[in-house]
């Protein structure tokens, strides 16, 4: 009954999402492409300032299924490659052909993307298109190539204005000013110009039709005239739009008019009220007079019944939390102020930072705002604003009193049972019955767990939650789905005889119905190879090394903070000098550190390294970035116990052969130290099926004696 009754409910909720991807061609409706009237869903802010761990596409897949039960929508960072990693996003240069993010692979992107839409909640992307980066100058940007059509911008996108303007070796802008504010660090594109509005249309027709999303959270909407996002809308047909429109009531409501009602936008004025309530404890703040009813009305842009359907509420976001502007939400009392927000009309957009920190309160209340029917657009009675901020929200199944400070009374009409919640400054009442979120979803397990099983293993892949559930799974790494991957009925038991990894996906009645479940099994313990270039920056004199694993301590490794100094440990390859460390044999995987020395510049954590990798140092945030340059460098130095031993041809179309009869095995693996063929006492091997690009080898004869190295498969 519970599947039963998910999949009902998956099926209603995918509805409303795919009304948003297939809406008519017709001219749209007043609001039709901006945020749907009488909405009752809630948003999730996934990320906050520098959540690379967190926000990583895998870790928001596997956490698909609680998301999903209590958020609508989820707004995660832009997910095209940037000129620096990390990143945020906000220094987008690849639009359509290279969603490698600080935040996973672009495949990983699409996992995570379809995983949730599975569950029948929609992803909403940061859409930077007020500034662009070049790929290694102020102004190189890439020619990308969508649907046939190449979009290759020069200085002619560039705002006149821009600083890049005047800069000694630079292509100097020939496009129009600016007709918003300027944004340093990045081009302003002249939204002026046809060929870039052209550019802009595609790009989210590409994110939309391609990539999944089902809208987009519009970065500094302050950059550009508000009727570019009315062009940009009416042409990408969206359902979600919000727009961040830094400022005020008044100024947010003339740039929701300057989109013809074509976007939501970010209810800045509701933030700043909570912010000026519970930083002076005076609550009467959290209600504004309407001052064309002479109500009072819950405060920010949604007192105004007419635009509460374009509001979108939130108590912090990934800027105001780092309270560089004294913006962060002040004091303690973060539950009280998303009781506010989810007891309030607008939609509720709530921080990744609170969910995780408050994640019980929070649940409790979103199922109180469901339970009782909230919409965007639901009607609000204060009945006291007094110090305190008192409040009968009517929703479609019934009201609430929601009350918010110091001594708040049991509302008239109302006992003590009635209290559903209440907490620290606020206290929530209805009578309505509150119906848990949670839903039992079926479940993809394996019966061991990932990890080393030198020789090899056998795996039963089953599903909890669901009778006759089909089992869609690859070991290719490529995503299991409805038309991709082997099926078979549940259990189904998978022989490991090389390192593989296994992702499987639940299958019911011809619908996913599961999270895709991923597991790495390993049949050899190999090293960990580490090259690092020398870095050429002032601030750097000396390398050291510093690392650690799960099974292994610092000191056991390379030594205890800042790690072992590397300067006697270098090879000189290409024309560049690498310091370089092998782990331990029994060391497969381990995180690094590399730095100048105690006190001294460093770099930030480099997690999860096996294999072979080459790293060189990136941009200074703080610490330096590092850059993974494995697929350029790796294999320049071949290690061989045998000096006799080589591959060929090299490159290889179809076929690559070993120069000696007595091989024992011969493993081939990509550049993520995946195995992609294996074979076992043969002196050759078939690549055919291999994409173009740099692969590893490891060759062991039977003597014991071993061969590695890098070839390349055209």
Request: hydrophobic residues 35%.
């Amino acid at each position: 009954m519970k599947l039963l009754n998910y999949l009902k409910n998956k099926s209603l909720l995918f509805a409303s999402l795919a009304a948003g991807l297939f809406l008519p061609s017709n001219a749209a409706a007043e609001g039709e492409y901006a945020w749907p009237e009488n909405y009752g869903g809630v948003m999730l802010q996934s990320f906050y300032w520098d959540s690379y761990d967190e926000t990583q596409w895998t870790n928001l897949q596997n956490e698909a299924g609680e998301l999903s039960d209590y958020f609508d929508l989820i707004w995660v960072p832009n997910s095209g490659k940037c000129s620096s990693d990390p990143s945020m996003g906000y220094n987008p240069v690849y639009w359509f052909t290279n969603h490698n993010s600080s935040f996973g692979t672009e495949d990983e992107l699409r996992e995570m993307i379809a995983t949730f839409r599975n569950f029948g909640t929609g992803i909403i992307e940061d859409v930077v298109i007020n500034h662009r980066d070049g790929v290694s100058t102020w102004t190189d940007f890439p020619t990308e190539t969508y649907k046939g059509v190449t979009y290759e911008w020069g200085p002619w996108a560039i705002c006149s204005n821009d600083e890049v303007a005047g800069q000694d070796g630079q292509e100097q802008p020939t496009g129009a000013p600016d007709t918003g504010d300027n944004f340093d660090g990045c081009r302003d594109l002249d939204h002026t110009n046809a060929k870039v509005q052209e550019g802009v249309k595609a790009y989210l027709d590409f994110l939309k039709n391609d990539l999944g999303y089902v809208g987009w959270r519009y970065d500094m909407v302050k950059g550009y005239a508000p009727q570019y996002t009315k062009i940009y809308n009416e042409s990408a047909k969206a359902q979600y739009s919000v727009g961040e429109y830094w400022d005020g009531y008044d100024n947010i409501v003339k740039w929701i008019e300057g989109t013809g009602r074509t976007s939501a936008a970010f209810d800045f004025a509701f933030k700043f009220a909570v912010n000026d309530a519970f930083r002076a404890n005076n609550f009467s703040q959290l209600s504004w007079l309407n001052q064309k009813t002479n109500t009072y009305e819950p405060a920010g842009v949604i007192h105004m019944p007419e635009y509460r359907r374009y509001s979108v509420t939130f108590i912090d976001n990934h800027d105001t939390s780092r309270n560089e502007n004294n913006d962060a939400f002040p004091g303690s009392l973060v539950v009280a102020a998303n009781a506010f927000m989810l007891c309030s009309p607008g939609t509720p957009c709530v921080f990744m930072s609170h969910w995780l920190d408050y994640k019980q309160d929070i649940k409790d209340l979103i199922a109180i705002r469901k339970s009782v029917g909230i919409t965007n657009q639901s009607t609000v009675e204060v009945l006291n604003n007094s110090n305190q901020y008192v409040a009968k929200v009517t929703g479609t199944n019934g009201e609430l009193v929601i009350g918010i400070g110091r001594g708040v009374q049991v509302p008239s009409g109302y006992t003590t049972a009635d209290r559903v919640k209440s907490g620290n400054g606020y206290a929530i009442y209805t009578k309505v019955e509150i119906k848990s979120l949670d839903t039992e979803r079926p479940e993809v397990v394996f019966d061991k767990p990932e990890g080393y099983y030198i020789g090899g293993t056998d795996v039963t892949i089953s599903v909890n939650n669901a009778d006759n559930a089909t089992i869609a799974y690859t070991t290719d790494g490529t995503t299991p789905s409805l038309t991709n991957g082997k099926q078979a009925k549940a259990p189904v038991t998978v022989h490991i005889s090389t390192k593989t990894t296994i992702k499987a996906v639940a299958i019911v009645d011809g619908e996913i119905v599961s999270a895709i479940e991923s597991a790495t099994y390993r049949t050899e313990r190999t090293p960990v190879t580490v090259y690092f270039q020398k870095p050429t920056v002032s601030d750097w004199d000396e390398t050291y090394f510093y690392a650690w694993s799960d099974e292994f301590e610092a000191a056991e490794l390379l030594g205890n903070w800042p790690g072992k100094n590397m300067e006697s440990s270098t090879v000189e390859q290409d024309g560049y000098v690498w310091y370089t460390w092998t782990s331990p044999n029994d060391c497969n995987l381990v995180n690094m550190v590399f730095n100048a020395g105690n006190n001294k510049p460093q770099t930030v954590d480099v997690n999860d390294i096996e294999g072979t990798r080459y790293f060189k140092l990136g941009d200074l945030s703080g610490k330096y970035a590092v850059i993974d340059v494995t697929e350029e460098f790796a294999g320049v130095e071949e290690t061989v116990t045998d000096s006799s031993v080589r591959i060929y041809p090299n490159p290889a179309t179809d076929v690559i052969c070993v120069n000696n009869d007595n091989v024992t095995s011969f493993s081939v693996y990509n550049l993520n130290g995946a195995t992609v063929v294996y074979s076992e006492g043969t002196k050759e091997v078939n690549v055919t099926d291999l994409q173009s690009g740099f692969y590893l080898y490891r060759v062991v004869l039977s003597d014991g004696s071993v061969a590695q190295g890098k070839f390349v498969k055209k």
